[in-house]
């Protein structure tokens, strides 16, 4: 490079590069990612950006001391040149061959010869010498080298229309020892060859290219090289004539460019997918994303959405539409990276005249015929990074489109990637696949069968599509009928039909096969899993491995999408694929093995439940947990809300690993772990569940033929009956379990039954019982030297106490119990205590003292978790600012309430809520919201059912009815109210 004060003095082989790079791209500006690509290709050094910036600053001091100043700029997305085109020998050379061309065509021969002369001349060397150039670059440099030899061919091609034979002889057979091969060079120097009467040498030389060109490529040469090889043995007199040569072959500036359409037809019946095809027109329309990956499960419709979007979009593709499948689901038939580029560029009229090794070559010749184009480069089924970044264009014209079972995110760490996942259609969009096929009329005789085929059928695209293809084999056949095999029998065998080799089981097989040992076993051991969602703990037990690699094989799992991320580190299987894992289970592992596998499985829970069990609720001892395949490490830290809420994500998997214990044959395991998991209930709610739980745990104990387990088992499902208000089906439950403990003599179950049993009284308002219930249990927790069942008991006293409106015998038992909690260090027991003691004071009147108190036991209900009683505890705070007349304070404390119960699936402390949501309406004077708040409150009645309380939202409505003149109505709603008063043993009020 020259500028005013002499030649600019680069060092090393990078800053001339570079200089190099800007001036191809001048006038735009390039960005540092390509300017990256250029100096150092796919695998630059770490510190690339910043020793790019070093460059940069050298480079500016070398053109500054040479005279060119402030040549180089910098913008924000990269470096700019900014110079004069016409000082950039490439851009001047390629102008001049431009013009000299339209010269030949219009026959100035004489002045396009010349013309070419001057452009020729503008070499010295090959373009880059002395320094490298990599990805786009070298792509570049290869079509700048073509540009340069088209231009010798015309330049000898107007030579010779002027005649000069001799001269062509000689310069043409130095052009032929650099490149042999080149048909247009031969058929110039056959036709000099005869002109200067060298026939015999001419017919040689194309003998010499006809053998070249059939062993290495199987071809002959082109049919205008075999014309003029007939007219020079005929010879012919038109060769004698001076003219164009008869041989032409275009020169790249201006062979009209091919336009690929190489996309197979679309997918017959594809419905849907309107989220990610609008996703796909987002990622095509947005100027930054120069790559979007379609990536989901096997099965799951990848290859149908990006066909369907492509023929689509194909109108925003003007240069054409390439396709390639990559085979990556089996890396032993996997396309390479250098078959692959190979392909789009004979779909871009190039062919492959490199070797088996020159892939650079061929990314950067596929990097400058994309540059300037706007193309959609269709991947399929790409099984590695590797294989696609070669195919990443060299601009975001042109859009490459990635499908595959794996989620590729290395590719963002080189380009941006915006990335589509794929996962089972929406239920509607299933029944719109089915209605496509069967057509409305079928599908609207079996609406709801065919809504259970969709779920059968995981709602994934082939499934549906076979169980389509087998109905409409069958016309007359119900949807019923298919729907009865699939979930009475082998499912997978079911979604096949014969003569497709797309059924289920093998798509699902090239994904499982290539998997590594480990992640294989951890595959296979989940197959065995009787839950619906796991985490690297579990899955480490059940699969012996340690955590590290549970966590790696399920990463494998996650990138193949053979299991799914729903949160953080907690995966699950879809469920077609999960029967796929448990048959592998079954095909891969012994029996032996597979109830090994089952055991850590069961020892893990066991395990885990007892540890959760110590933090959130440690006075809960009556089991001593013993297993074969203690776990290495635990999911969570000691600390109670980690422990809840690692519960929370297993909760759906309790009552199937309880099943799955006592089908193998260990009714402990289950009864213990129900034991062991109450305390999770009591903080979190769920009571249905919870019911069902401790039903199967009390047919655990029964089975294990443990009296004592029988008893505590009863206890507890008694209590779940309580938490769901059902007081006649608690105490019936609970005399049981009394009877069971009694008979065995377990004095300290049988005090926590008779604690359970006062509960139960108190909650069906037969206080004197309940009282004397509470005596009993205290006199036996004291006698057993039972701290936590004295401060348990004398809090529930407490409770008992308030309600029946005695506040000042209510403080005494609550005050001790709170001191005994605090002794005991049970902050738990503590926040009840509180609680019992600020409904006292607010009972009192006492606003300040009763606030003060509920504080303090929402502080500690938030620190251990307990969701469950924090709700009451606000609805607590909102009955104490309702009493002071603050009726916004209290609207928020009961709409917290509300969202809480309503989360923990709370229907007794929802209905709380709502009805005194109601009744500040009813102070307010908003009779609407009134209405809806206390209409809502009897329907939460519904699910737990509580005379009383439902009493008084009748009596709330009767007011609300009266306000409004609705005589009847209010009668009505009084009347309900005064009934159920009654029922409840409490006057109307």
Not at 353 to 377: F, N
Not at 403 to 428: E, F, G, I, Y
Not at 499 to 520: C, H, I, K, Q, W
């Amino acid at each position: 490079m020259t500028g005013p004060a002499g030649h600019a003095v680069f060092t090393g082989n990078r800053q001339p590069a570079l200089v190099g790079l800007l001036a191809l791209g001048a006038p735009d500006t390039i960005s540092k990612t390509w300017l990256v690509d250029g100096l150092w290709g796919d695998e630059p050094p770490r510190t690339a950006v910043k020793t790019l910036h070093s460059h940069i600053a050298r480079l500016r001091q070398a053109l500054d001391e040479c005279g060119l100043v402030d040549l180089v700029h910098t913008n924000d997305s990269g470096y700019q040149l900014t110079i004069d085109l016409g000082l950039v020998d490439a851009h001047r050379f390629e102008r001049e061959v431009r013009l000299a061309r339209a010269e030949l065509g219009d026959g100035a021969d004489t002045a396009a010869v010349s013309r070419l002369h001057r452009a020729l001349d503008l070499w010295r060397g090959d373009a880059f010498a002395g320094a490298e150039a990599y990805g786009w670059a070298a792509g570049e440099l290869i079509r700048l080298e073509e540009v340069r030899l088209a231009a010798f061919c015309d330049l000898w091609d107007g030579e010779l229309r002027l005649g000069r034979h001799v001269a062509a002889v000689g310069e043409l057979q130095r052009l032929l020892a650099r490149y042999p091969f080149h048909e247009r060079l031969v058929g110039l120097a056959l036709l000099a060859l005869y002109r200067c009467g060298r026939t015999n040498d001419a017919l040689n030389l194309y003998h010499l290219l006809r053998v070249h060109l059939r062993e290495e490529l199987g071809a002959e040469p082109c049919s205008e090289l075999a014309v003029l090889y007939v007219q020079m043995l005929r010879r012919d007199p038109v060769l004698d004539q001076h003219g164009p040569a008869p041989v032409e072959v275009s020169s790249p500036l201006v062979r009209p460019r091919p336009r690929p359409a190489e996309l197979p037809g679309p997918v017959g019946h594809f419905t849907g997918r309107s989220d990610e095809l609008a996703q796909l027109d987002a990622a095509a329309a947005d100027p930054d994303v120069q790559v979007v990956v379609i990536s989901g499960a096997a099965g799951m419709g990848k290859t149908a959405l990006a066909v369907q979007w492509g023929h689509r979009a194909a109108a925003d593709f003007p240069d054409g539409q390439v396709f390639l499948d990559l085979r990556g689901h089996d890396p032993a038939v996997a396309v390479t990276p250098t078959e692959a580029l190979a392909h789009v560029l004979a779909g871009l009229d190039q062919p492959d005249r490199g070797g088996p090794d020159d892939g650079l070559g061929r990314v950067g010749l596929y990097r400058s015929l994309t540059r300037d184009r706007r193309m959609l480069i269709l991947a399929d089924n790409a099984g590695t990074v590797a294989q696609v970044l070669p195919l990443v264009p060299a601009n975001t014209d042109t859009l490459l489109v990635v499908t595959s079972r794996h989620r590729l995110t290395a590719l963002k760490t080189h380009h941006a990637v915006k990335v589509v996942a794929l996962d089972a259609l929406r239920p509607d969009e299933a029944l719109d696949l089915l209605d496509s096929v069967l057509g409305s009329q079928r599908l609207g005789r079996e609406p709801d069968s065919a809504a259970e085929l969709v779920e059968l059928c995981d709602r994934m695209p082939l499934a549906l599509q076979i169980a389509a293809a087998k109905l409409t084999s069958r016309p007359m056949r119900d949807i019923a009928d298919l729907a009865e095999e699939l979930s009475t029998g082998e499912r997978l065998d079911e979604l096949s039909v014969e003569g497709d080799s797309r059924n289920l089981r093998t798509v699902f097989a090239t994904a499982y096969e290539v998997l590594e040992p480990v992640t294989a076993r951890v595959f296979r051991a989940l197959g065995l899993h009787p839950g619906a969602t796991f985490g690297p703990h579990l899955a480490a037990s059940a699969a012996d491995v340690t955590p590290t690699a549970a966590r790696q094989a399920l990463d494998e799992l996650a990138a193949v999408h053979l299991v799914t991320e729903i949160a953080n580190g907690r995966y699950r299987f879809h469920d077609l694929i999960g029967l796929y894992a448990r048959e592998c289970a079954q095909r891969g592992e012994s029996e032996q093995a597979r109830a090994d596998i089952v055991d850590r499985i069961l020892d893990w829970y066991l395990t885990v439940a007892d540890a959760a069990n110590k933090i959130v609720d440690r006075g809960r001892d009556r089991v001593r947990v013993a297993v074969a395949h203690p776990p290495p490490t635990l999911p969570f830290r000691a600390d109670a809300d980690r422990a809840l809420s690692f519960l929370d994500g297993e909760r759906e998997n309790l009552l199937p690993v309880l099943t799955c214990a006592m089908d193998h044959g260990r009714p402990d395991t289950a009864w213990q772990m129900t034991y062991l998991v109450t305390g999770f209930f009591d903080s979190r709610g769920h009571w249905t569940q919870r019911i069902q739980l401790c039903r199967l745990g009390l047919a655990a104990a029964r089975a294990a033929g443990d009296p004592v387990a029988e008893g505590l088992m009863g206890s507890g499902l008694g209590v779940a009956y309580v938490t769901t208000r059902s007081f006649d089906q608690a105490l019936t439950t609970l005399n049981q379990a009394l009877e069971v403990l009694q008979a065995h003599g377990d004095k300290r179950g049988e005090a926590h039954v008779r604690n359970n049993i006062a509960v139960a009284l108190a909650g069906a308002r037969r206080f004197p019982e309940a009282v004397d219930a509470y005596g009993q249990a205290l006199a036996l927790h004291l006698a057993e030297g039972n701290e936590l069942g004295v401060a348990l008991t004398l809090s529930n006293l407490g409770d008992a106490y308030v309600r029946m409106g005695q506040a000042d015998l209510a403080l005494d038992h609550l005050s001790r119990a709170l001191a005994a909690s605090r002794e005991i260090g049970n902050p738990r027991l503590e926040a009840v205590a509180l609680g019992g003691l600020g409904q006292a004071h607010r009972d009192r009147g006492e606003w300040e003292l009763a606030t003060a108190r509920f504080h303090d036991a929402l502080i500690l209900r938030r620190q251990t978790g307990d969701r469950r009683y924090q709700a009451e505890t606000l609805n607590n705070l909102g009955l104490t600012e309702f009493a002071r007349q603050q009726f916004t304070s209290a609207t928020e404390y009961f709409l917290q309430a509300l969202t809480l119960s309503r989360q923990q699936a709370d229907p007794h402390q929802e209905a709380i809520a709502l009805a005194n949501l109601g009744r500040i309406d009813l102070a307010a004077g908003d009779a609407a919201a009134a209405g809806e708040h206390l209409s809502l409150a009897l329907s939460a009645r519904e699910l737990a059912p509580d005379p009383y309380e439902t009493a008084a939202i009748h009596r709330d409505l009767g007011q609300l009815a009266a306000r409004t003149e609705r005589t009847a109505q209010a009668r009505h709603h009084d009347e309900l109210a005064a009934e159920l008063f009654g029922q409840a043993g409490a006057e109307a009020r």
